[in-house]
């Protein structure tokens, strides 16, 4: 119950409020007001510079949809999403498959289990650029993972991943996975936790192999944090920025473009600030796609289980 | 229910079980080794470069067991290195990202304390539907926001300052530290603020008096959270300031990119790690409340 109906009947003298109960309201204002203009003006400015001829500075002479045109038009553009699409699979269900894994495995009453979580962990809590600039040099043949290889005797072993156009992405995608399956392990963790041991136990008495248990009762009822779990990494993914500049940084060529590095290449290296911002929106309406649907997907849970009581 | 493989098992003959039990158990444990060694390799190997002679690595690799331990490389990346034809080592950038990561940190919490205060103890009409708008701050992307941070930074006199990346970062911060408080003190009875306001307590007094003393669990979460989210942020770091304002992962990139420097891994490997170890001694000091923001900050 909330306070406002506590005092709804107390005297009234200011505005029909009484003084004392303005505080609140002074003191959340700038908050307030700053992540409006943050949230919603930001936005509408950078939507208004889209359609606007901006190229070096930003302008405001009005040219419509022109460089939702161009950008779309153009060919770096296209590697930049198609690469999006590419590595969100292949990251998301990467570290989700890992993650569950070493969360089962954790699960199995081992010992040391902090000892195992702190180092799945520990990428989490270093920058991307820590991490992207550590495995790029990993990734370089001459005194990486190929170097270290070859000196073992296998002396035609090739593992150039981030120096190969067509295979770069791939570097980027496991030094992905490998920064934040300790993420999907944590929340799987704490979901396999909450399973209700009753449903275990009944389906042991059942017979069911612990394989079985898992694949029947106890994952189906974590479900919903495999969404979770899922949503994030998207949203991890559409801003994949610092990975991929202290990877390749956007190399070899433009192969492993992302949208986030196209905005930054158009807004401050090519001056072509309107299809930079074009380019943003473009990020903005994907971040909405997939959370809308989910915010919307969690207020109806919510409300089915105030109505099932 | 982390038991069923073993109190299933032991339900049949006591010796076929124990030798099943005894190769699950291996392959667990194989496992979880293997994984770990993925996981902790790339650290090893940077801190081994760090205290590796450069020789010696242009030799064996970076991926080898140091032969020789030098503390050399530390103090050539800490003190004089030169990055961008500025030859002050790290020491500038690591000053600039602390003078931007303690004051935002502090400012952040500081409001998403007082606005999850308001936002779950002194609601009204209409605060929940505000409330939704400042979360979907933690949404935004960066990138929406570069051209209008540009124009206001620069009317107010703080492009390329750090003071200019406090303000982004404590505007930024504020959607996700009103969002950790407001959630934790939502369970914080409401009978406690109520007997509190019958005996005369007004807005500050319960928030000193009552929310405050029941907050560190909270404020540890929301002080790690955005210490290490700002320590390690990249893209208005560069975007916004240049040269010696720098923030340590803007300088990391610049010093790795220079082409000269690409072979001192010795000195790189510091650098890195200089640029590491905050966040890590955070994470390490505060793991229980670090694992605790993520798993919040991931479920809303």
Known sequence: MSLERASATR??????????????????????????????????????????????????????????????????????????????????????????????????????????????????????????????????????????????????????????????????IITGIWQSSGFAMALFLAGLRSVDGDIIRAAQIDGASTFRTYRKVILPSIAPIFLAVAVVQIQFAIKTFDLVVALTRGGPGVSTTFPAIYVYDLMFQRGQIGEGAAAAIMMLAALAVVLVPYSLFLVWRRNKEVRNG | MADIALSRVEDHEAVRASRRRGWTRAVIYGLLTVFALIYVIPLLVVVFNAFRAQPEIARNGLIAFPQSFQPDAWVAAWDNYCIGGTCQGMKRYFYNSLLMTIPATIISTLLGAMNGYILSKWRFKGSDVLFTCMLLGVFMPGQIALMPWAFILGKVGLSNSVYGLVLIHVVQGISFTTLFCRNYYVSIPDDLIKAARIDGAGFWRIFFKIILPLSPPILIVTVIWQFTGIWNEYLFGVVFTSGTQQPITAALVALTASGTTASAYDVMSAAVLIGAIPPLLVYFLGGKYFVRGLTQGAIK
């Open chain 1, 11 to 172: 005297p009234r003298l200011f505005g029909g409020r009484r003084l004392g109960e303005l505080v609140p309201i002074i003191v959340l204002a700038p908050s307030l007001i700053a992540s409006f203009i943050y949230v919603f003006v930001f936005s509408i400015w950078t939507l208004y510079i889209a359609m606007s001829n901006s190229s070096l500075l930003p302008s405001y002479g009005f040219v419509g949809l022109s460089n939702f045109e161009s950008l779309w038009a153009n060919r770096r553009w296209n590697i930049a999403y198609t690469n999006l699409f590419f590595f969100s699979g292949f990251y998301i269900v990467g570290s989700m498959l890992v993650g569950l894994l070493l969360a089962i495995l954790i699960d199995q009453k081992v010992r040391g289990e902090s000892v195992w979580r702190t180092i799945f962990l520990y990428p989490l809590a270093v920058s991307f650029i820590v991490t992207g600039t550590v495995w790029s040099w990993l990734y370089n043949p001459v005194d990486g993972i190929q170097a270290l290889v070859r000196s073992f005797g296998w002396t035609d072993f090739s593992f150039a991943l981030a120096s190969d156009r067509n295979y770069a992405i791939w570097a980027i």
